[in-house]
């Protein structure tokens, strides 16, 4: 009899109180109503804004096994957060997602069907491909994540279009493997995991989806930001 699939869901979280209430009834809508297994992972980074208590009651309300709540004491950075989450994923596919409802989790069944159709190690959402898109950014942020993506493209040529973006499912062995060899952190780790993936002949299939800049609270990204993008991007194109 042939296994059936679970998705664990990694999630990591620091002062998102307003959001992961809304961004987890939202996972539970569009999942249980298909009949996926699925668990949703917290790392939370130590929020001071209540983030930890929310996400407490919602274990009442829909079960400890399906919300996992497991904290860290301080601002580790997003990489050594999925590694962490990655510890008590049991499900054999892992979802790497925002919390911030810039990634809407109506596109999980159509992440989950292409891999399904496609048997790819990786499905990750792209904003650059057609159907997708970018919404609530000012002209300059579009034209700098695009620029971000083109220069990248152009030195990396990993063979998919959205090297930035952070909603991705991996076959959970793939990403423990991929992960093993990273050593970029902040923004620059997301793709550093993809360019690494591509190396290694992993099979990326892509959905495209709409990217909606945060609704509450502030944005994480600033010029320090891009300056290790940039230094990321020559690490890259040196050691891949």
């Known amino acids: ?23 987890v009834y939202l996972i539970f809508k569009h999942l249980r109503s298909r009949d996926v297994d699925f668990e949703i992972i917290v790392v939370d980074d130590g929020s001071p804004d209540g983030t930890q208590e929310v996400v407490k009651q919602l274990q009442k309300l829909y079960g400890e096994d399906h919300i996992l709540l497991r904290p860290r004491p301080k601002k580790l950075g997003l990489g050594t957060a999925y590694i962490h989450g990655l510890k008590h994923a049991s499900g054999n596919f892992v979802v790497i997602m925002d919390a911030d409802l810039s990634h809407h989790p109506k596109y999980l069944p159509s992440f989950i069907k292409k891999q399904l159709e496609t048997g790819a190690s990786i499905v990750t959402g792209t904003r650059y491909s057609k159907g997708g898109g970018v919404h609530g950014w000012n002209l300059m942020r579009k034209l700098t994540s695009r620029g971000a993506n083109v220069l990248a493209q152009t030195l990396l040529w990993p063979g998919v279009s959205d090297l930035t973006g952070s909603f991705r499912l991996y076959r959970k062995s793939v990403l423990e493997d991929v992960i093993s060899s990273c050593v970029s ?13 591509s190396r290694e002949g992993y099979h990326i299939e892509e959905v495209p989806i709409t990217f909606v800049d945060r609704v509450f609270g502030s944005s994480k990204l600033g ?5 290790e993008y940039l230094k990321g991007l020559v690490y890259l194109l040196v050691t891949t």
């Open 1 to 23: 009899m042939e296994q059936k699939n679970k998705y664990s869901i990694i999630v990591p979280t620091y002062n998102e109180r307003l959001n992961i209430a809304l961004i």
């Open 185 to 197: 952190k902040g923004y620059v780790f997301q793709m550093e995991m993809i360019v690494r993936a």
């Open 223 to 227: 010029g320090s930001e891009i300056v």
